[in-house]
């Protein structure tokens, strides 16, 4: 009697067939993770410059002081620009680039709102949910 050497083409299958399961669960997975930390990059810019857009805007108390401040980081591996607009509230947004980045949040924005009556900011987002950070809506 001859025994049974290797595995029997069914067992090949299954196991193919596992791990193709497996794969189609992680790899829409992974896209997610890897556009969300694209988008904390933004989040992270953005929150560097909260401090000198308060301080600016305490000084004159006014909106013209709301920009960037000079020597700011004004963009990143993924964040193609970082724009300030002088208004009440103070609007200051990060734009994705279009190329390079994941493509859930390639050219969108993420932007946060100084709020000087309250002294507060709010963060908003024009990327996909799945995607935003907990701080942004």
């Not at 794969?23 to 556009?35: G, L, R």
């Amino acid at each position: 009697m001859h025994t049974q050497k290797g595995f029997t083409l069914i067992e090949l299958m299954i196991v193919v067939a596992i791990i193709a399961i497996l794969a189609a669960i992680a790899i829409p997975q992974y896209n997610d993770y890897t556009a969300r930390s694209q988008v904390s990059e933004a989040v992270t810019l953005l929150g560097g410059l909260k401090t000198p857009v308060a301080e600016a805007f305490a000084n004159d108390n006014s909106g013209t002081s709301c920009a960037v401040p000079a020597g700011a980081v004004s963009s990143g591996k993924y964040v193609q620009s970082i724009t300030a607009v002088a208004a009440t509230p103070c609007v200051v947004t990060a734009t994705f680039r279009a190329t390079g980045v994941n493509q859930k949040i390639a050219g969108e924005t993420v932007t946060i709102t100084y709020t000087p009556a309250a002294g507060s900011w709010a963060c908003t987002t024009s990327a996909p949910a799945e995607v935003r950070p907990k701080a942004c809506l």
